[in-house]
């Protein structure tokens, strides 16, 4: 599913979180090449798919000319996400904000769109995805006004994003929501343009391992049984 832009403009905002640290890489991760597109661009492109103006929050190298940047929080830098994601919430001038990783290439924009979506109908503080009874840390929804919640996360001792996302809506007195995708599957309200399977959309790529398993879920499949070919079903 994607929703019509026009559904999405001015209410929220898309930021792709591009200050790890990339260390298992042993380069930036923004500009390795997935399927012959920088990663930072893969992103750019999954939020623009989903009807949304992308920002990019955190980078360790210019990245200026794929989209307009947000530095991190200097104290803070090299911290973590929130060291990201406080800053860009700090700019942010619509009500909600969306927040995917650089390393996330085959997430879909109709996934994005959806929690968008649900965050704008629920008025939810948090919205995630979960899948199989695992909620994933991204992508990540946030109401504006979460954003003092999460620095104060920030500057403390624990700042796991999934506590601070926690802390914050239950501070705001607002739901925490986790979206089962497999739910969403099964009634239709998002699918894969690629077919992919849901495990494949929050393949996170850490290493060139992790590039070369991503890369692979592109590639044409070969037919299971040589004898009887795939057909089209009319």
């Known amino acids: 599913m994607r929703l019509p832009a026009g559904d999405l403009a001015g ?38 798919a989903a009807g949304l103006d992308p920002h990019i929050a955190g980078a360790r190298v210019d ?7 947000v530095a991190d929080d200097p104290a ?35 996934l994005v769109s959806y929690l968008v979506h649900h965050a704008q109908v629920t008025e939810s503080a948090i919205t995630l995805a979960s899948i199989c009874g695992f909620v994933e840390t991204f992508p990540v929804v946030i109401a504006r006004d979460a954003a003092p919640m999460l620095k104060a996360s920030l500057r403390s001792e624990d700042r796991k994003c999934l506590n601070a996302f926690r802390r914050a809506a239950e501070a705001l007195s607002r739901p925490c929501s986790a979206v089962p995708v497999e739910l969403l599957l099964q009634a239709g309200q998002i699918c894969d343009p690629d077919g992919l399977p849901p495990r494949a959309w929050f393949l996170s790529i850490n290493n060139t391992e ?4 991503a890369e ?19």
């Open 11 to 48: 209410t929220c905002e898309g930021f792709v979180l591009a200050g790890g640290r990339s260390s298992r890489m042993g380069k930036d991760k923004s500009l390795v090449s997935f399927n012959g597109v920088p990663l930072v661009r893969c992103a750019i492109e999954i939020l623009r």
């Open 63 to 69: 990245l200026s000319p794929y989209a307009p940047a």
């Open 76 to 110: 803070h830098a090299g911290l973590g996400p929130l060291a990201g994601i406080c800053p860009a919430l700090e700019v942010c001038s619509a009500r909600f904000a969306v927040f995917i990783p650089v390393d996330l290439p085959l997430l879909p924009p109709g």
């Open 210 to 213: 992790d590039l070369a398993e």
């Open 216 to 234: 692979a879920f592109l590639r044409p499949q070969p037919d299971p049984d040589p004898l009887f070919p795939r057909t089209s079903v009319p």
